[in-house]
Every structure is written in structure tokens, then in C-alpha cells.
């Protein structure tokens, strides 16, 4: 919308009863993508109005793991989100040439993300969620600026290399003064197919350890608000854009995410 002032971010309005979570992650591979897609359908199918900004501008993945592949359109001068499985879902994917890269440098990201809150047409949504590039980099930063009232949901994994980075990346929310709403831990163990017993791939307790971490540098109690398995029908689900949490609500990681689903 060149050269027009830009427009208000709504959920950013007092009043606004959007609830809007960032997902945010350390480092990548951790399951952010994931979680986000999961949490946005489970909260969907229970009847409530979601939506997702895929703001992991450089590793785009939301639109394919929800199953989105309509294009936005465009009404008067806004854009309308495509949905799928119930949730609104709008991507910089979705206005890039086939699979090429988004080469772009901080300014324009923030623009990017003013223009996916403040021009894409939401309607009134229960729950935004954010899924953050890994890290803390300019996103964070713009998401803090845009919509301060946004709270931090930080995925990590077991492994204490990986809950060391989750922790720097939540505690990015003392410096913007943003609340952390919990910690997910993904990839905790692999249940045996042939036996009772858990294969702690990653190890265990990094979930608790930047749940605890977190609430020592932000002096608020941060949850641990559950553990998801590692599970072959979510990886598979994500490839399909089929959340799991649709197809196989039951599975130790479909129940994980629904339990997690209902504690936002
Ligand atoms: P991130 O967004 O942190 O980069 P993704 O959500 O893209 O991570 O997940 C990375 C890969 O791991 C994907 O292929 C995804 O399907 C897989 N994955 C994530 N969580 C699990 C899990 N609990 N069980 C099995 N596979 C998983």
C-alpha cells in the first residue's frame, strides 16, 4: 500500500479480545512450525476463530504443514487470508515465486509483518498465533513494537545445548516487556513401538530448566505447559498438511497437543 499511512494493527487496540501468542524457539528444527500448526487447529476445532502469521519469513513452512494452498485475495485494499483445516493462515510464501528465497534485510520484515497484522482481513479473531523466525532477531523485535501485548510461547527440545538457546531467546521478552505465557517441550523421548519403554533421544528436563530459567530473569512464574512425544504420524501430518491433532487426536503426541491447546 504504497504511500498511504499505514493502518492500525487491531489486536494491538485496548480492548482488543484477541489473544495473540509468539511462538518462539532458540534455534530451528526444534518443532516451533509444528506446534504452532497443531495448537491452531486443535484451538480451531474446538470451536474458536484462529489465525496464523507465519512470521518465519526466511523458513516459511505454516501454508504446507496447515494444508493452505489457496492464495490470499485481494478486497478493496485488503488482503484476504486463504484457511484451512478452520484456521486463516497468511505467509510471505504465499507472495514469492514458486519456492524462491526471501532475501530481504530488517526494515522490510517489520514492514511485512505490519502489513500481514494491519492489512490482512482477520475478522474477529479468538487467537492470533505468531510463528517467530528461531532466535532473537529483528522479528522479535517488530512483533514487541507491533503488538506488545503478544505473549511468548517458547518451544525447546530436552537437550540442555537446546534449552540454553530457548531460554536467551524468551528472555528477550524482559527487554520488551512482553509476558511469557509457558514453555512447550517438543521431541521428548520416542515411546518404543515394541515395548513400554521411552527412548530419551534429546535427553530430558530442558522444558523445565528454561521454564525455571525464564522465571528467574522475568520474575514471573513461567509453566512448563506440557511435553509432546516424538511421534511419527506429527512429522507425517506435517507433510501432508494434516495436523495430527485432527487426523489422530489420540496419539501420545495429538493428546499432548490438545492438552496444551486447551491450557492457552
Ligand atoms: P522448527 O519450526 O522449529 O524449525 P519444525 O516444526 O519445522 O521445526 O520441525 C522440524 C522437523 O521435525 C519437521 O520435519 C517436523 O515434522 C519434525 N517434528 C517436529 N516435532 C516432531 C515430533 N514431536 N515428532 C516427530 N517429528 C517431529
Redesign the pocket.
Known amino acids: 500500500r504504497g504511500g498511504t499511512a499505514e493502518r492500525e494493527v487491531p489486536f494491538a487496540k485496548p480492548g482488543s479480545l484477541t489473544r495473540v501468542y509468539a511462538v518462539a ?1 532458540g ?11 497443531n495448537l491452531a487447529a486443535a484451538m480451531a476445532a474446538d470451536g474458536l476463530k484462529v489465525g496464523v502469521v507465519d512470521a ?1 519469513i526466511y ?1 516459511h ?1 505454516v501454508p504446507r ?1 496447515l494444508g493452505a494452498d489457496g492464495k490470499p485475495t485481494q478486497v478493496e485494499n485488503m488482503i484476504m487470508p486463504p484457511s484451512a483445516n478452520g484456521v486463516k493462515v497468511i505467509s510471505i510464501g504465499m507472495f514469492t515465486p514458486g519456492n524462491a528465497p526471501v532475501v530481504w534485510r530488517g526494515p522490510m520484515l517489520h514492514r511485512a509483518l505490519q502489513q500481514f497484522l494491519a492489512d490482512v482481513f482477520w475478522g474477529d479473531l479468538d487467537v492470533l498465533l505468531l ?1 517467530l523466525p ?1 532466535g532473537t532477531g529483528d522479528i522479535a523485535i517488530s512483533v514487541a513494537q507491533l503488538v506488545p501485548n503478544a505473549e511468548i510461547l517458547v ?1 525447546t527440545t530436552p537437550q540442555q545445548a537446546a534449552a540454553e538457546v530457548a531460554e536467551r531467546a524468551g528472555s528477550i521478552a524482559v527487554q520488551t516487556h512482553q509476558k511469557i505465557v509457558g514453555v512447550v517441550e ?2 521428548s523421548g520416542l515411546p518404543c513401538p515394541h515395548c513400554d519403554e521411552m527412548v530419551d533421544v534429546f535427553g530430558t528436563g530442558g522444558g523445565q530448566r528454561v521454564a525455571e530459567g525464564l522465571t528467574k530473569t522475568t520474575g514471573a512464574t513461567v509453566p512448563v505447559l506440557g511435553s ?5 504420524r ?2 507425517e501430518g ?2 501432508e498438511g494434516k495436523p495430527v491433532v485432527l487426523t489422530d487426536p489420540d496419539s501420545p ?1 495429538g493428546s499432548a497437543l490438545r492438552a496444551i491447546a486447551g491450557k492457552l
Open positions: 524457539s534455534k530451528g528444527g526444534v518443532g516451533k512450525s509444528s506446534v504452532t500448526v518465519d523458513g513452512s504443514m510463528d528461531p518451544v517438543n521431541m509432546i512425544p516424538i511421534d511419527v506429527l512429522r506435517g507433510d503426541a
